[in-house]
């Protein structure tokens, strides 16, 4: 079970991003679409009474919701999304990279051209006509590495910190490190000694994390965040104590932690909560979510 699910932020374009999405990518639907109620809005909310809020959907069965609301967060690469591509369970990888590339390029942006790197024979990153970063690669035949795998890229004030970042991930949730490879300590660049490619699992998930050998000039926002489905409040309150790191980025189970990196930890069964009249209203008066106060 997927218990970790990247959010999306997107400026009213939730639901065109998730129609794109499900259509470009094979074996994809959209699950849910929830609703802004039409009343207990906050003021800058108004104009979403009764439009879409959120928009789940699944690109081989991975979970991802887009949120639709303003342009208050900016998305960019600090999180993106590896999509790896492994012959020995496709002969047709390569064509479906290209195919997939075209498509995801179009509107868009190409931040490394596909072609042949030292680390894989056929990749390529592309920002997409929403902002949202796709790492496509084609790998080692029988890695049997996961498709979609979440990537985080330590830049600006956290550079040099993933190694830090991936023993810190891993204590709070209890998972484990998989490989790390380092840049040579005398490399003639902003990471030398630092991450070159990492991952680690937490609740039986994949990141990856590396540090970027150039300055960016941006870093993690909410414009993607991490949501965590968490058992109970006894487990929701832990991690919210070990990973809330920045008291002004707390609101309504949205957290920030050391890095820069925006969690939001909910109850397993929030959508139960906000069946229940008033709860849109509770939630939006919460820092940390209180289960008990939704009655």
Known sequence: MQ????????????????????????????TETIHYPTEGLLDFQQEFAGDVLTVEFEIRGYRFIAINAGPDATV????????????????????????????????????????????????????????????????????????????????????????????????????HVGTVMHYPEDADSAAAGGVMFGDFELLGQWFAAMDSGVIHGFTFTFGVSLMVECTDQAELDRWWAQLSSVPEAEQCGWCADRFGVSWQLVPANLAELMSKP????????????????FG
Request: aromatic share 14%.
């Open 278 to 293: 008033g709860s849109y209203e509770k939630l939006m008066a919460m820092k940390k979510i209180d289960v008990a106060a």
């Open 76 to 175: 960019n690469p600090s999180i993106s999304f590896m999509l790896n591509f492994d012959p020995a369970g496709d002969p047709d990888a390569r064509a479906h990279i290209d195919a997939l590339w075209e498509r995801l390029s179009d509107g868009g942006e190409a931040l490394m051209p596909l072609g042949d790197y030292d680390f894989s024979s056929w990749y390529g990153w592309v920002k997409d006509k929403y902002g949202i970063t796709w790492q496509l690669m084609l790998t080692e035949a029988g890695t049997h590495a996961p498709f979609i795998v979440p990537s985080l890229m330590f830049t600006e004030a956290v550079q040099n910190r993933a190694s830090e970042a991936i023993d810190y991930y891993t204590s709070v949730f209890g998972g």
């Open 3 to 30: 218990r970790i699910v990247p959010n999306l932020w997107f400026d009213h374009t939730a639901a065109e991003a998730a129609e794109f999405y499900t259509s470009v990518f094979p074996d994809a639907r959209i």
